[in-house]
């Protein structure tokens, strides 16, 4: 059986804040495993080994770490190193977890329990051992590819795996470097704007999602910041490295210190998942992209809900958004004065969106009109559609050109676009599976492409030439 990632994420499972009753069984699986997974395995996780000590798994709990202490006694929470770490002392807030809030009272409460009650594991026998750099994923058929991204010096492109990232040179002509990390899924890549570091969004379905950050030229995990119980989505980051943005399936905006972790955001406007978010080239604002049809402005250093960008009018968009993506140069525009002869030069960015309805449209991100209740005053232009949904979109560097991806009933569908004057140079539909990802190379000259099939695409722009496909992940010749 073949280790896939899928492409939608799953429904939410919330863990429950509750205290034990007495006499009541604390489960390791239900209730302390999810705990751990929120609050602990940012850190101590294979690909950041914080203190020397793990706790991805129940047997990784029981071993030492640096301070030659019993993590975990059973029967013996005062005896525990773990639980000692935890708990406050007296008005001092507790040592761990570090560098975040401390764990409630009923959580301590629960760990308390769990290591009283013998500290036992009742995890099903169909839990996957865990994976880490030791015990990398073994793959039989490709998996499914579902974010592409190119390192700003068009070098390195990034492709993602199961339960990793896999960086191969950008012709796809050599073995890939490979950052092997706790989320199953991984959703969204993005290069920092220096080239020097990752950010990938991801995470376990129904479980935790997680922002992790690597440090490229070490091939190490800088950063792991778990938040919520679902995988999130549609990564980017701030012009200025500072910030990382997420969109989350508790319908959540979010953005986070880029080096410490730190919460900066926290956006509740949209009504559905949060699939995507581009920053401003300021950096100053975030546009935001959702199921529930709309494209969002939110004020970053006020955390304010500021516009719906497109039409909120039942009926102007069709379908859920799925790709946002900014384009790279500003437009121009020229109002005149009070007396009809003096004319003011506004400067505004534009954002191409695509979703559920396969119709791509680009749109200014900040009103340069008066608010009409149901205009669509935002949007620039509409172009030629696909059939199916659109999974993928992005421009090239100049933003004089931008492709689509998407697919519908097991075929996929690819265009490319003139951004002026909406000319469709590309259709390509024929011998293509689901389109799920693409990214343009720096360069502009080469278009790669990935999806349902497991298969990087690299296509010459803009005759829609193959240069090249190869399979991202090192394939075992066994079965499962």
Known sequence: MALLTLTFPQMVLCQKDKSPGEGETVSYFKDIRPLFQQNCQGCHQPAKKQGGYLMVDYPSLFQK?????????????????????ITPKGNEKPEMPKGKDPLSKTQVELVRK?????????????????????????????????????????????????????????????????????????????????????????GSPGRFGEIQVWDLEKKKLALSAPTTHDTVYGVSWSPDGGKIAFGCADNTLRAIDSTTGQQLLFQGAHTDWVLGTTFSRDGLFLASISRDRSMKLTEVATQRFIDNITSITPGALKGGLHVVALKPSKEKTMTKGAEGTDSAEKIYEEILIGGSDGVPRVYKMHRVTKRV????????????????????????????????????????????????????????????????????????????????????????????????????????????
Do not use: M
């Open 114 to 202: 769990w290591i009283l009650q013998g500290a036992k594991d009742d995890s099903p026998k169909s839990v996957q051992k865990t994976v880490d750099p030791d015990h990398p994923p073994v793959y039989f058929l490709p998996p499914v590819i579902t974010s592409l991204d190119y390192s700003p010096d068009g070098k390195t492109l990034a492709v993602s795996g199961y339960h990793e990232v896999l960086l191969h040179p950008s012709d796809g002509n050599g073995p890939p470097t490979r950052l092997i990390g706790l989320s199953e899924r991984i959703e969204s890549l993005a290069f920092s704007p220096d080239g020097k570091k990752l950010a990938v969004a991801g």
């Open 373 to 480: 209740i149901g205009d669509d005053a935002n949007k620039v232009r509409e172009y030629e559609g696909i059939p199916g949904r659109i999974c993928s979109g992005a421009f090239d560097k100049t933003g004089k050109l931008f492709a689509i991806g998407g697919s519908l009933d097991g075929k996929g569908y690819l265009r490319l676009y003139q951004t002026e004057d909406a000319k469709v140079l590309l259709r390509q539909d024929a011998g293509l599976g689901p389109i799920y990802t693409l990214a343009f190379h720096p360069q502009g000259n080469f278009l790669a492409l990935g999806g349902f099939d497991g298969r990087v695409q690299i296509l010459q722009i803009p005759s829609g030439q193959k240069v090249r496909e190869f399979v991202p992940v090192p394939l075992s010749a066994g079965k499962n």
């Open 65 to 85: 770490g640096d301070r030659e202490i019993k993590s975990v006694v059973p029967g013996k929470p005062e005896s525990s190193l773990l639980f000692g770490l």
